[in-house]
């Protein structure tokens, strides 16, 4: 146990090894014994800290922390029925990222590591640089051209060296992998240790329901941190007879942008290339999703499902959340829109997060704002009998 095991060859490696691939080239797991201690989390700090046995970071001096985690959940009534949301805005950095940034920069500590790369839509390069000023690790973030202003004013603020990459994604993507050859690729696709940050969600859920798992989770995915890191954490709370089983994993994407979605549907086990067309859902325009085939195995596990979402629909549920009283980046509000959409995935008691917020994307929200009046309610599907 406690083993960093490549996914391709299953050659594995200390889990202190400052690796983040495999020399195969493949991706890496980290295989870890997370344990519960009941009397102990709930004596310490509302935080994701107070799961410690359970966080791969060994020295506790090597922690940096916002104190972030245990964010709240909620009930809302959507029209055709209750969706508990998780408030996954309010982390420091404005989104769930600083789960697994908080983890992987610790660790990044604990290793002495001295410079790291990340490359990101923003938010995921929000949270990296953020730790990484508070660790006082040199970082260097790579962004798309098409990234929202207000994450590069975050990362610049930070500190962070931004380099903002022409073309796609995917050219962001190559260009940070070319960049990580010489420096530790604190990736939130590749690099194992985010997704043992991202995996508390799954904890705090379950702690948040009265140490119970939920029915369902709608989670939106590009690369699936979330989806992968909810995975691991309702596997690992399984594993030691917290709970019996695992949530079904409904991951939702973008129309304009779903490989998961086609996987899905044709039966595929790789990533195939899809048209990639611009979405107001930035956070999950993902075409080449590296960990695809470990997020259709989970979804395929444990009786989920992929469906997307078009723009029009992501606007109506992002009106809809806002005259709640929550203002969320449109990403974020994929989820309330599959949920309005999907009757098929309702069933049960259902989870989703709202992962960044919409302070970050206010030019944005201002276009869609201004497209509804007051008293211009929008569309949420009459109340099932
Ligand atoms: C606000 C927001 N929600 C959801 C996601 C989806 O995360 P992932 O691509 O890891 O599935 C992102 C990713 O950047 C995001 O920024
Ligand atoms: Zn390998």
Request: some cysteine; overall charge positive; proline content about 6%.
């Amino acid at each position: 146990m406690n083993l960093l095991r490549c996914q391709s060859c299953g050659t594995t490696y200390p889990m202190d090894d400052p690796r983040w691939r495999c020399g195969c080239g493949g991706l890496l797991d980290l295989r870890f014994r997370a344990r519960f201690d009941l009397e102990k989390i709930a004596r310490r700090k509302p935080t994701m800290w107070r799961y410690r046995e359970a966080l791969p970071v060994g020295n506790d001096d090597a922690i940096v922390t916002f104190d972030e985690g245990m964010t709240p959940m909620i009930a809302v009534d959507l029209g055709p029925g209750g969706l508990h949301l998780k408030l996954e805005q309010l982390f420091t950095t404005g989104s769930y990222k600083d789960r697994g940034a908080a983890v992987l920069v610790s660790k990044a500590k604990e290793l002495g590591i001295e410079r790291v790369v990340e490359d990101s839509s923003g938010n995921a390069g929000c949270a990296i640089a953020a730790y990484a000023a508070k660790a006082g690790i040199r970082c260097e973030i790579l962004v798309p051209e098409s990234a929202s202003p207000g994450k590069l004013a975050q990362i610049l603020l930070y500190g962070a060296a931004l380099e903002r990459i022409p073309g796609s994604r995917e050219d962001t993507a190559k260009a940070a992998l070319a960049a990580a050859e010489t420096s530790y690729y604190a990736s939130h696709s590749w690099n194992p240790f985010f997704f043992h940050g991202t995996k508390t969600f799954a904890y705090e859920v379950w702690e948040q329901m009265g140490f119970r798992a939920p029915d369902a989770l709608l989670l939106p995915a590009g690369n699936g941190t979330l989806l992968i890191g909810s995975f691991i954490g309702f596997r690992e709370l399984q594993g030691a007879g917290r709970i019996d089983r695992i949530p079904r994993h409904i991951a939702v994407q973008a129309a304009n942008c779903a490989p998961l979605l086609r996987m899905f549907r044709d039966g595929l086990d790789v990533v195939p290339a899809v048209e990639s067309r611009e979405t107001i859902a930035e956070g999950v325009a993902i075409a080449a999703p590296v960990r695809g085939k470990e997020i259709l195995d989970i979804v395929r596990g444990t009786g989920g499902q992929v469906v997307a979402v078009d723009d029009a629909e992501v606007e109506n549920a992002l009106l809809l959340l806002g005259r709640k009283g929550l203002y969320v980046e449109p990403t974020s509000a994929l989820p309330v829109a599959a949920y309005l959409k999907y009757p098929a995935v309702r069933a049960g008691v259902v989870v989703a997060p709202l992962t960044g917020h919409g302070l970050k994307a206010n030019e944005k929200m201002l276009k869609i704002a201004s497209k509804s009046g007051p008293a211009d309610l929008p569309r949420s599907p009459g109340k099932e009998r």
